[in-house]
């Protein structure tokens, strides 16, 4: 129903001809509201006269254009829709902020590409029955929230709307979650697993620029002592990671070292780095059955990390060369073809067998599990990976499996030093050479890059990651060493 006074008032103007010229009325704040009434009222006698349909957009409770359901919205260079070409009122704002400016069309003023005009029918919420959103309606309010994050800008609201406290931003972002699921904004997991993500991204690029790290540890009593370096060498990117931790349960001290080499990318090794230790301690059984416990904890990482990247299109994977000391008792276990060697009365002894597709066992273990292995460049699952063993590896998972093989060791006075290092080192420094530079420098970090250092100038092509933990046995103590970095 249309309130008599807006029929009067529609009367008169269709009994005028429309202006063909601009025309600035000077107004009170107050009186904004009727004068938008009015050119609402005048804009649909003029569509009737002329035959066609009128301009939606009027309130048929009141007879006038609702500020809400008439906006205008930025965007950026886009042409006006079909019915968003005649803006019929301006609100000056500034000095003439009582000034409501009625403008006619002209070709123009439609050609105008900086604005989109969306009409009451586009933007209109209801309070009971359902929200309709135009497709111009979404376009707009999608093009201004990117011109306003782009920009950094404020929407700007005239005096009158102001004063109402209009809040045009919310209506139109609730108008748009409606038509444009896409916008929905993300839980708070995810939210936490981008700002993550793009730490680590920013660790990466470090590690690419520098593309060189090393540091040392040493226990409180001197009694245990280690060192790492990690070159990026001559690949484009990073992929190799390592983790040195220690702890203490049940009275004991608890020392971990790890190498993890990425292949395919550095995302395997970069998550076995951030929870492989982390779930190993956690395992019920790590103090009483630390054999099984190491076993389970690989297959369970494995397990956890192929389910993190489901819905991802990477397929890396990593080797994983690992020590755990608990007391005087030593556990090393290996997936892959990084190693780990120690070194005995000055004898170089292998901790882990690489575990390469060619190995016997290793192949007859692929083949009766229905794959290949075939020669491309060198022995490969496949034809695709040069290592039968491998934490992630998706696609060949059937065949790449992710189960440790375990050896123990009593550090006793004969232990000298352990040497933990990616094949980087092991593909141009056989274990008696590595061991032999090792024994010449005092220093275990000094060791490691001397390490490095050398394969790099034996012409290593790989990333290049070592470890270098020394016994010391002149003094007694289990104390744990305090890691002065574990970044990679």
């Not at 009737?48 to 048929?60: F, L, V, Y």
């Not at 004991?252 to 301690?281: P, V």
């Not at 000055?346 to 229905?370: F, Q, V």
């Not at 000094?446 to 933990?469: P, Q, Y």
Request: proline share 5%.
């Amino acid at each position: 129903m249309v309130h008599d006074g807006a029929v009067k008032e529609q009367q008169v103007s269709a009994s005028s001809p429309p202006a063909s010229a601009t025309e600035v009325v000077p107004l009170p704040v107050e009186d904004s509201e009727s004068a938008l009434a009015a050119g609402a009222a005048a804009a649909g006698a003029a569509g009737e006269e002329a035959g066609g349909p009128s301009r939606p957009g009027s309130d048929k409770r009141l007879g006038v254009r609702h500020p809400v359901k008439y906006h205008r919205f930025r965007a950026r260079g886009k042409a006006m829709g079909p019915g968003g070409a005649q803006p019929p009122v301006d609100v000056v704002e500034g000095e003439g902020a009582g000034e409501v400016v009625e403008e006619a069309s002209s070709p123009e003023r439609e050609a105008l590409a900086g604005f989109v005009e969306v009409e009451s029918e586009s933007v209109e919420m209801e309070v009971e029955g359902d929200m309709e959103v135009s497709p111009a309606a979404a376009v707009a309010v999608v093009e201004s929230q990117s011109a306003e994050e782009e920009e950094e800008e404020e929407e700007v609201l005239s005096p009158a709307l102001a004063e109402q406290g209009v809040n045009l931003g919310a209506a139109a972002v609730a108008a748009t979650a409606a038509a444009v699921p896409a916008l929905e904004v993300p839980k708070d997991q995810d939210q936490e697993k981008e700002r993550k993500e793009k730490e680590r991204q920013r660790e990466r690029e470090r590690a690419d620029e520098v593309g060189y790290m090393s540091g040392g540890c040493q226990s409180d009593d001197g009694s245990l002592s280690c060192g790492y370096s990690s070159f990026r060498g001559k690949r484009a990117s990073m992929e190799d990671f390592f983790d040195i931790k220690s702890s203490k349960i049940d009275d004991k001290k608890i020392n971990l070292f790890g190498i993890f080499d990425g292949h395919g990318g550095s995302r395997a090794a970069e998550y076995l780095k951030e929870h492989l230790f982390e779930n190993l301690m956690k395992h019920p059984e790590f103090m009483t059955d630390t054999k099984l416990a190491i076993s389970e904890t690989y297959k369970k990482t494995d397990s956890e990390f192929l389910e993190s990247e489901v819905n991802t299109h990477r397929d890396d994977g990593s080797t994983a060369s690992t020590a755990v000391l608990v007391g005087n008792h030593l556990y090393v276990a290996n997936v892959g073809d990084s190693r780990a060697v120690i070194s005995k009365s000055g004898k170089a002894i292998a901790l882990s067998d690489d575990h390469k597709p060619n190995r016997s066992d290793e192949r007859k273990r692929i083949e009766s599990a229905g794959g290949i292995v075939m020669w491309a460049g060198t022995w490969r699952v496949g034809g695709v990976l040069a290592m039968s063993r491998a934490f992630g590896n998706r696609l060949l998972k059937q065949f790449v499996v992710a189960e440790p093989e375990i050896q123990e060791q009593e550090i006793d006075d004969e232990a000298d030093f352990l040497i933990l290092a990616s094949d980087g080192l092991w593909d141009v420094v056989p274990n008696e050479d590595a061991v032999s530079l090792v024994k010449m420098e005092e220093d275990p970090e000094a060791a490691a890059r001397k390490l490095t250092e050398t394969a790099f100038g034996r012409g290593s092509g790989d990333n290049i990651t070592c470890v270098v933990v020394k016994f010391q046995h002149e003094r007694t103590g289990s104390d744990s060493p305090s890691p002065s970095g574990d970044k990679s």
